[in-house]
């Protein structure tokens, strides 16, 4: 999350500063310049953060209340894991934990630059100091650091002759007085956080020489511009400091330029307002939007056909946002499609188990989703496959990559237990405590679990089975396993080898789906 919320802080800062770039970079209203850019910097952190709440009553009957989930024991077989050696320390790796270590890993690093960089800054104030008269500090000319200031002191060479030692003084007495040091602190510290973004490196800039333009103002009030100028082309140096106000640093361009310029009319000011549409696209784009959905239970009475009734679409959170996506909801965000994603279990050098007529559970499997997809095209809806053929994926590679609404993972059961077979041989439907989204799995798997209660010819478990298996651990979206029947039973695999008992089951499972996608994605 906190990733995500640095790229919404980056964007929000690219629009600004687009809007200063365009607009208001060549404007010689220097105060408000430093205003905008120091308010619009702040603004960049807070919109990403906040949050919008809405809050929708809806009425459910007495008898719609879901009541706890039952699970059955699991006796018996119990599917588990295929452990391949060679990708197992891949399929540990968190690559969203990794790229948040190594986020902080840097900006700890520039912190820590930062300040060693102040201490050096002091630590050669203090073996150059020749002499200080109240906030001005005199060096020699060979210092390091020379015609600058540094939080409240001003650091002069003494060997300047007085009047041109009095520009500089003057110049950076506006930095001092007008507290540019904390501006700077400022945009350090937000560079150190932003350092993956290129746009606050030159937001960093405009900051500074933003400073240097007002001092050069107030200093032009009293100074002849042509002494002054020539003043600061004399002394420019490459400003190797990020926490001083170099009194000249190269490049001067323009800020010669900007010294000679006329002040531009007071109506130009107008121009300011141009970062109200932007604030707003902001606000639309990146303010978290989250709606609380309250129950009202009324018992022994019909619901009001004007009465809101249960959204159609449940709230989202498997897809890391905290937005709720309503499917009649009218706004900026498009209704999500609803995608029912299958994985054929096993595959490639993962052969899983054997039926007694010697099939292997890997092609089982992968019969099984090719039929359900096909059935689900007769339908309209949409189904991706984690493999269409026989290949060896590792657990991590199964999972969605995308948002989708659904994720089944087909498997044939054909467990032994102490040498005799699986007392069920029917059809099993498995989900995983451990999911963080698992009431929404519990709701998918018993919506399945009450359709193929309506098989004929086959057995099915009549409760969830719990599991801790990867894939249904993992899954962002609502998860079951589904196992279609014994293979190592012969009455089971001889159901399960017709084709109409397999598309059967097939359709069943998809009137679950549908009846789940109905009341959410």
Not at 199 to 223: G, K, M, P, Q
Not at 301 to 315: F, G, H, L, M, T
């Amino acid at each position: 999350m906190i990733l995500m919320y640095l790229l919404k802080v980056s964007a929000c800062t690219a629009l600004f500063f687009a809007v200063y770039h365009f607009l208001l970079a060549r404007l010689t209203f220097f105060n408000l310049n430093r205003v905008y850019l120091l308010l619009m910097l702040v603004f960049s952190f807070i919109v990403p953060a906040l949050t919008i709440e809405s809050t929708h009553e809806i009425v459910v009957p007495a008898q719609q209340k879901v009541s706890e989930v039952a699970y059955a024991t699991n006796d018996g077989f119990v599917e588990h894991d295929f452990v391949d050696s060679t990708t197992q320390s891949a399929l540990n790796i968190n690559w969203e934990s990794v790229l948040v270590y190594a986020y902080f890993a840097i900006l700890v690093l520039l912190s820590c630059r930062m300040v060693l960089m102040i201490l050096r800054i002091k630590r050669e104030l203090h073996k150059s100091r020749l002499g200080e008269q109240d906030t001005i500090i005199l060096v020699g000319k060979n210092s390091a650091i020379k015609n600058c200031s540094f939080l409240n002191r001003i650091v002069v060479d003494i060997s300047l002759p007085l009047n041109e030692r009095e520009l500089v003084i003057r110049h950076e007495s506006v930095h001092v007085k007008q507290l540019h040091a904390l501006d700077k602190l400022l945009a350090n510290l937000v560079t150190a956080i932003l350092w993956f973004n290129p746009v606050i490196y030159f937001w960093r800039n405009a900051i500074d020489h933003n400073h240097e333009f007002l001092a050069d103002r107030e200093t032009s009030r009293v100074a002849d511009k042509k002494v002054y100028a020539s003043l600061l082309l004399n002394l420019a140096m490459p400003s190797k400091n990020l926490a001083t106000h170099c009194f000249s640093k190269l490049p001067l361009k323009n800020r010669i330029m900007m010294l000679y310029k006329e002040p531009n009319a007071k109506l130009k000011r107008l121009a300011y307002l141009a970062v109200v549409p932007i604030l707003l696209i902001c606000c639309m784009a990146f303010i978290n939007r989250k709606e609380i959905i309250v129950e009202k239970t009324v018992a022994g009475a019909e619901i009001p056909s004007d009465a809101p009734r249960k959204p159609n679409v449940y709230a989202m959170n498997y897809l890391k946002d905290n937005l709720v996506i309503k499917r009649n909801t009218r706004g900026a965000f498009k209704e999500v499609e609803v995608v029912l994603f299958v994985d054929a279990g096993h595959g490639g050098k993962d052969a899983a188990a054997t039926a007694v007529d010697g099939q292997k559970e890997k092609d089982l499997n992968l019969r099984a989703v090719k039929i359900l997809k096909e059935e689900a095209a007769k339908r309209g809806i949409k189904v991706l496959l984690t493999r269409d053929k026989d290949e060896y994926l590792s657990l991590h590679d199964r999972l969605p990559q995308q948002p989708v609404t659904a994720f089944i993972s087909i498997h044939h059961n054909a467990g032994v237990k102490n040498g005799e077979q699986v007392p069920f041989n029917g059809v099993e439907v498995y989900v995983s405590k451990l999911n963080k989204n698992i009431k929404v799995a519990e709701e998918f798997g018993t919506g399945i679990l009450s359709k193929l209660n309506k098989l004929e010819g086959l057995p099915v478990r009549g409760a969830l089975k719990e599991a801790n298996l990867y894939l249904l651990r993992e899954s962002k979206a609502p998860a079951v396993v589904i196992e279609m029947g014994n293979i190592a039973d012969a009455k089971s695999l001889e159901y399960i080898s017709q084709e109409k008992n397999v598309r059967r089951m097939s359709n069943l499972i998809l009137d679950g789906f549908v009846e789940f996608s109905q009341r959410g994605c």
